[in-house]
């Protein structure tokens, strides 16, 4: 099963189609090689099939693309989760990159929220802005309807600590997102997660 967005503003044009069900092929093209390398990984280490095509006004900067991106792929989680019937439902993450260590730990559980603690060294990593890093985990958190808490414990190296968290937040989410054998409808006491 695969679920696609399509969102088309006067800023940006995105389609963006995930199956978390995947095997981690991923075709990225937002224009911001950074961004587009993060969604490669994250991709690749959740083992979701991901495909990114966005055009924004890049001209302006890179805010607007980064924004809708993490639109679209938040409605998506929540759109190829279903009633999320049998999954897991909470999952955490350590990821270490060489002297960076992240770690990420989410909820599924409808209720969206995000706290997100990272110190960066640089005010840009390549073409994406260090500011937007964590605007767009909070943008995915609330359209996805998640409860995602994202921190940098330390690093150095402001690529090695944002490769870290995305990697890490892909482990969280395969975790979540696994079907528990055991489980008999949706893992919670309300008998519903979606409203």
Not at 26 to 48: E, K, N, S, V, Y
Not at 131 to 159: K, P, Q
Request: glycine share 10%; proline share 3%.
């Amino acid at each position: 099963m695969s679920t696609t967005i399509n969102r088309t503003t006067n800023e940006t044009d995105v389609s963006l189609t995930l199956s978390l069900d995947g095997s981690g092929r991923a075709t990225i093209d937002t224009g911001i090689g950074f961004f587009d390398h993060m969604l490669m990984l994250f991709a690749h280490h959740g083992l979701f099939d991901l495909t990114v095509k966005a055009r924004g006004d890049l001209h302006v900067d890179e805010h607007h693309t980064v924004e809708d991106v993490g639109i679209c792929l938040g409605q998506a989680i929540s759109r190829d989760l279903g009633e999320r019937a049998g999954i897991v439902r909470a999952a955490h993450s350590y990821v270490p990159m060489d002297e960076s260590l992240a770690f990420v730990a989410i909820d599924l559980g409808g209720r969206p929220y995000c706290v997100f603690r990272a110190d960066w060294h640089t005010p840009r990593i390549g073409g994406l802005g260090t500011d937007l890093i964590g605007h767009f985990f909070e943008t995915v958190a609330i359209h996805a309807g998640m409860n995602l808490h994202a921190r940098l414990l330390y690093g150095s190296n402001d690529h090695h600590q944002c490769e870290a968290l995305f990697k890490a937040f892909a482990h969280a989410l395969d975790a979540a997102t696994r079907l528990d054998p055991r489980r008999q409808g949706v893992p919670s006491t309300k008998g519903t997660l979606t409203a």
